[in-house]
């Protein structure tokens, strides 16, 4: 019988990720982990799978595949009845034949209270290849590890990496999202706010926006104007002083300031 286990250091963020590290991301996706989880089991031939991180204090199963109760229940283990941890340690494989008789871990609560007897771990990377955990199988008789089931735990290790860093882009990519209609939503209110007419169009000259006192002061509602061509909306601006301020801003990339008499509402504008 065996069990497999992928843990990962969250003690720390990842690099460029700032105040969050995989946890986070992978507690609120168990489903995929559990998926990861069963499929590790069947190569395998383990009847019970884990995914596992570690935290300061615990050590959690994000992903589980057949694991007995209690544990099923509270998904976690203290820190101190980790052996993943001692792969990070080393920063490389771990082979333990019988744990029982293994220096290194056969003081560990896990040996005798969970019956892990012997023991494989290899390296987790993250995406920018910073050791963060390991991949490990559990057997609770002694054996004979082979490099096929050492190069079967690297793969899984390759595969968590890959699914690790696809779910830290979505983050990325959500958080990016929610900033950017934030920042929309505030540049709205600034220019809604303003005591000037305001409006924007892009280079083929169509109307991106319009606030609320342009509204007014052209008479016409935004429902109207926007998505359509300021020359097409306003056929008396087209040759005037101010479409060729407007042409100048736009090929210069740069404010253009001008005084004249609206070719729209003939008022004077600035």
């Given at each position: 019988m065996g069990c497999l286990l992928t843990c990962v250091d969250v003690s720390?963020?990842?690099a460029g990720h700032a105040g969050a590290g995989p946890a986070a991301g992978w507690a609120e996706d168990p489903e995929a982990l559990d998926r990861l989880s069963r499929l590790a089991a069947r190569l395998l031939r383990a009847p019970i799978a884990l995914i596992s991180i570690l935290t300061p204090d615990h050590n959690r199963f994000v992903g589980a595949h057949g694991l007995p109760q209690p544990l099923a229940s509270s998904r976690q283990l203290p820190l101190s009845s980790s052996i993943c941890r001692h792969v990070v340690a080393a920063n490389g494989p771990l082979v333990v034949r019988d744990?029982?008789?293994h220096p290194l871990v056969?003081?560990?609560p896990v040996v005798h209270e969970l019956n892990v007897i012997a023991y494989l771990g290899v390296?987790?990377?993250g995406p920018d290849g910073e050791i963060l955990g390991s991949v490990c199988a559990i057997d609770s008789t002694p054996r004979d590890w082979?490099?096929?089931d050492i190069e079967t735990l690297s793969v899984l290790s390759r595969a968590a990496t890959s699914e690790l860093g696809a779910k830290l882009y979505r983050e990325e990519r959500k958080r990016s999202e929610d900033a950017r209609r934030a920042g929309e939503v505030r540049t709205t209110e600034i220019l809604e706010s303003i005591g000037e007419a305001f409006y924007a169009i892009d280079r083929d000259w169509r109307i991106l926006y319009v606030n609320r006192h342009a509204e007014q002061l052209w008479g016409r509602g935004r429902e109207e104007l926007l998505g359509h061509s300021l020359l097409d909306s306003f056929p008396?601006?087209?040759g005037s002083p101010a479409q060729r301020a407007h042409e100048r801003a736009i090929a210069e990339s740069r404010p253009?300031?001008?005084e004249t008499v609206s070719a729209i509402f003939g008022k004077p504008i600035e």
């Open positions: 720390k963020p990842l744990a029982r008789s056969q003081d560990s390296p987790l990377l082979t490099e096929d008396s601006f087209v253009v300031r001008f």
